[in-house]
């Protein structure tokens, strides 16, 4: 055994910094250095102690492999928390079940995940969006790597982590917590496991599609390789925790984004036009992760925690976009129309844009963490915490033009049927065949507003986002009561969070239009390919556009806002200071145990935001523009109150009640100070101001927190009895939870949030826009300006409204049925949530976005003998979601529900010289569930339609003993 360590930590440190190389020199602790393990399992029980305080009785942590002593193990966790929560807990070191993070919570109750490029990304809770939560890691706040705070769960590896929990409710010791949710991520602890452990996971990844678009980055296999290694020394007093993960995650995905569904001449709604692509998506990380802990004494602990995570996706998309009833082309009579909506027909004079376009986003996030715990005495307890978390994130989005001439009258155009299928795609037959005679050129003359011809055109953003926390915090405990202890502290953070933007035309000679020097057209060579095939396109000619870029064919020209409603460069930087008290009670009342907390937290923020406008008699478009700093800035302190309070019924039935008020911070893109202004010369003399020349929308670095008053409630059953589980790895034989069986319950719960200050993203207000003047109008055309004041809109705290919801889990292993069912179990749970949401000046109330009305989730496994099989089915009804939108901002659309289901299968060696070998067979998105998102409430209108495939792998575990 000590030989395997050994091999595995070289292996680990020679990648991880070499921290703990020359370190391994000791040999593992022996059978009587085995300590407790944490306190993730340790259930209440209704005994009293001798001094009457409430016992706590511990139990070890399940240590078998495997979903059910994940499943054991979660359940104590969320037994055992002082608050409502939902929690998940690692097969084994370095695994946690599911395929990611993301993947992995969204299965667990109330909890919803939304999907972006094939993988799931974002969470829900409660049906409310990624903006009203939070993400922890060991405590400390995380930053975000998009333009915003929603924490994109992909950018974690999922091997890191021992388990998760999920705060419901807040509580006052929560520095961090999100208005709906709190998802705190917990790394490997060294000395609260027993013993050394280690793990190695190699997995092999493909799709069932094959590969859509070529390029350099992508590909249609990929792997993951991560190990994680353990160890104390010292006796017990030092710990290290080492953790490498490697991965390339491939992707491939149909793409259909339809333009919208104007009127026809009848009024039917018809497609305006469409941009379609095959997609081949890849995501590379690189992990790191180091802890080092060390206890010299029972009078200080103290914990560092560093993660580096480097990862790159890279999409090469390869398609057609055809500009049909918003273009220049004709729809023809006699279409097939259903109940106002054109189902089929046929356009003449179409002029299709080819795009070879490439996409990438490079990524860097930074963790450090610096944990100081000192006991005092027996009574006080003190906590120094620090922690940093930094990420930095760089785009490129890439688009390249070919087609038949310039211009969208010029050169051969197409005769194109379409048929609107019942699943929502937009299936063509062509007429034309556009893998031959193409050219590089602009084949609509989008660029002709910029006296350029736009053979392509770059966004470049890029994001920096850190945040810097403090906090110092004290705990007396009493040993008689209704009090165990009371805690106190104070927090205080600095968050900064930069975007800016860069954008290029991409021409074949960088010239203008107007004077002349402008090449319109250029040929070029590439590849046969068929991207498009699956929506009835043939053949096109596929190109790396960067080639064409290093041999001069294609010239980037510099320029701003041709895409953008306003300047889109900005930074916010908030400064809050938390102070806090918590009582955290353990009492009885007569034969009814109570336990719980209650306190408050006082949040003072101040918020200041930067940003730009057009400069006063600057012109308004091309490269002209000059640009002026905008700056804004507000103070606030909101007060905090939570209460959570947990009546012991027995040793099996808990009712939880929580009350609280929380906030969730505005959307950092929507604190952008910048104004975008525009001028409208049809109504240059227009005296009323909602139809005046002017214009602008920007974004209101005076946005306060939207808040809620949030009211829980959970009654939950622990089933008893049963013969347990089988434990067949030695260091279980003691475990209680084995041999009590456990792990079960029902639950049923309810919600109640009260909103007020919602933001409303498109509140409008009058403006006086005189600063801006002359804004490029002559003499002539100011003495015609019928008014400078016109609307600005952007958004405010003008909503109101509230969400509620009920939820009901049954977690139940079936040898409490009967024991001929031993080793099977099931896990269901349903939440049904409504809202409402009004805005000033709206009296008609709308759903709250990002909630699903139903969201559900099942799971049935078997455990025996080293052997697991479980499939699961997560379900979500349609929902008002986000997408990215031209120039990585995000919009918002209707995203259709349905089911994903995944399956694992695999079986562990548990005897013999490959013991602690586990092969692993899993897949996800069984279903090959389409992602649709449509408008106007009619499926049929779809605006994106995306369809990933089947995601498979196999792979290998082994745990070292």
């Not at 949710?181 to 190695?200: C, F, N, Q, W, Y």
């Not at 709604?269 to 995501?283: H, L, R």
């Not at 064409?548 to 900005?570: E, H, K, R």
């Not at 409008?764 to 804004?775: E, G, I, Q, T, W």
Request: aromatic share 10%.
């Amino acid at each position: 055994m000590v030989l395997k360590h050994n091999v595995l930590a070289m292996a680990i440190a020679s990648v991880c910094l070499g921290v703990c190389a020359t370190a391994y020199a000791g040999t593992a602790p022996s059978a009587g250095q085995q300590q407790d393990t944490q306190d993730q399992a340790q259930p209440a029980s209704t005994d009293k102690d001798t001094d009457g305080k409430h016992k706590t009785k511990k139990l070890q942590a399940v240590e078998v492999n495997g979903f059910v002593s994940s499943i054991e193990n979660s359940t104590a966790l969320k037994r055992n928390a002082s608050s409502i929560v939902e929690a998940v807990s690692a097969e084994q070191v370095g695994k946690l079940p599911g395929v990611s993070i993301a993947d992995t919570l969204g299965r667990l109750p109330g909890l919803a995940v939304q999907t972006v490029s094939g993988r799931p990304q974002v969470l829900t809770i409660h049906g409310l969006g990624p903006d009203f939560s939070t993400a922890l890691v060991n405590g400390g706040q995380q930053v975000s790597t998009s333009n915003n705070r929603d924490v994109q769960f992909d950018q974690y590896p999922s091997s890191w982590f021992d388990n998760v929990v999920v705060h419901l409710t807040p509580q006052a010791d929560l520095i961090g917590q999100g208005l709906t949710g709190t998802v705190d991520m917990h790394t490997i602890r060294p000395l609260e496991k027993s013993g050394p452990e280690a793990a190695l996971n190699a997995h092999y990844i493909w799709n069932d599609m094959s590969q859509l678009a070529s390029g350099p980055g992508v590909s249609d296999k990929g792997y993951n390789v991560n190990g994680v290694w353990v160890h104390q020394f010292a006796d017990h007093t030092l710990g290290v925790t080492l953790g490498v993960d490697m991965e390339s995650n491939p992707a491939q995905i149909q793409h259909q984004a339809p333009w919208g569904y104007p009127g026809d001449a009848n009024g039917d709604a018809v497609i305006g036009g469409a941009k379609n692509y095959g997609i081949s998506d890849t995501m590379k990380r690189r992990g790191v992760l180091a802890t080092v802990q060390w206890q010299p004494n029972d009078w200080y602990n103290g914990v560092v925690d560093l993660t580096y995570d480097n990862f790159k996706e890279v999409q090469q998309a390869k398609g057609m976009e055809f500009p049909l009833f918003w273009g220049n082309a004709t729809l023809q009579p006699g279409g097939n129309v259903q109940n106002g909506f054109v189902q089929s027909g046929t356009y003449d004079g179409v002029k299709a844009v080819i795009r070879n376009d490439y996409n990438s986003t490079s990524a860097r996030v930074y963790n450090f963490n610096w944990d100081n715990k000192f006991t005092i005495n027996e009574d006080w307890t003190a906590d120094l915490d620090a922690n940093y978390s930094r990420a930095t994130r760089r785009d490129v989005n890439l688009e390249s033009y070919s087609g038949t001439a310039f211009g969208a009258n010029n050169g051969a155009r197409d005769t194109l049927g379409f048929v609107e299928r019942n699943d929502g795609l937009f299936y063509v037959n062509p007429s034309l065949d556009y893998g031959n005679g193409m050219v590089l050129t602009d084949p609509q003359g989008w660029g002709g507003g910029n006296d350029v011809v736009q053979a392509g055109f770059i966004n470049a953003p890029h994001t920096v986002d850190y945040l810097a926390n403090l906090r110092l915090s004290a705990e007396r405990s009493f040993s008689s009561g209704p009090f165990s202890s009371l805690e106190f502290g104070v927090a205080h953070s600095t968050r900064d969070k930069t975007y800016h933007i860069d954008q290029s035309f991409l021409t074949l000679g960088g010239g203008t239009i107007s004077g002349g020097s402008a090449v319109e057209t250029a040929p070029f060579s590439g590849t046969s390919c068929s991207p498009l095939a699956w929506m009835g396109v043939g053949a096109q000619t596929c190109y790396n556009p960067f080639d064409l870029i290093s041999d001069g064919t294609l010239v980037s020209v510099p320029t701003f806002g041709s895409s953008l409603a306003m300047p889109p460069n900005w930074n916010v930087r908030e400064k809050t200071l938390t102070p806090f008290v918590q009582f955290n009670l353990d009492t009885y009342l007569g034969g009814v145990s109570l336990r719980g907390n209650f306190g408050v937290q006082a949040q003072h923020t101040s918020q200041r935001s930067t940003g730009e406008r057009v400069a006063p008699g600057s012109a308004i478009t091309g490269n002209a523009i000059t640009l002026i700093p905008v700056v804004g800035s507000t103070s606030y302190t909101k007060v905090l109150p939570s209460a959570n309070l947990i009546f012991g019924f027995g040793d099996n039935d808990d009712l939880r009640v929580s009350a609280a008020r929380t906030l969730a911070r505005p959307r950092m893109d929507q604190m952008n100070a910048s104004l975008g202004v525009s001028g409208n010369f049809t109504r240059l003399q227009n005296t009323d101001p909602n139809q005046a020349y002017f214009s602008a929308s920007g974004g209101n670095a005076k946005l306060k927190p939207t808040m809620a008053d949030n009211y829980n409630v959970s009654y939950e059953h622990y089933f008893s009895g049963g013969n347990g589980y089988e434990c067949n790895a030695a260091e279980a034989k003691n475990s209680d939870i084995c041999r009590s069986g456990g792990g079960g319950y029902v639950a049923l719960s309810g919600y109640f949030l009260k909103l007020k200050d919602y933001i409303n993203p498109n509140a409008a207000f009058l403006y006086d826009f005189s600063a801006f003047l002359p804004f490029g109008l002559t003499p002539d055309q100011l003495a015609q300006l019928g008014t400078t004041q016109g609307i600005v809109s952007g958004p405010t705290n003008d909503g109101h409204g509230y969400v509620k919801g009920a939820q009901v889990t049954l977690n139940l292993p079936f040898n409490l049925v009967t024991p001929a069912l031993d080793g099977f179990g099931a896990i269901l749970t349903g939440n049904r949530t409504k809202s409402s949401l009004v805005f000033a000046g709206n009296s008609t109330p709308i759903t709250v976005p990002g909630l699903s009305k139903w969201v559900a989730n099942a799971t049935l496994y078997y455990q025996h003998s080293g052997f697991e099989a479980r499939i699961s089915d997560s379900y979500r009804s349609s929902f008002l979601g986000e997408v990215s939108g031209i120039s990585a901002s995000r919009i918002e659309q209707t995203i259709q529900g349905g089911s994903t289901y995944d399956a694992q299968v695999s079986y562990s060696i548990d005897s013999g010289s490959l013991k602690g070998l586990t092969f692993i067979v899993q897949g996800s998105n069984l279903s090959n569930k389409t992602f649709i998102t449509y408008q106007n409430d009619d499926p049929r209108q779809v605006l994106t339609w995306e369809r990933y495939g089947r995601r498979y792998d196999i792979g290998v575990s082994y745990k070292f003993q």
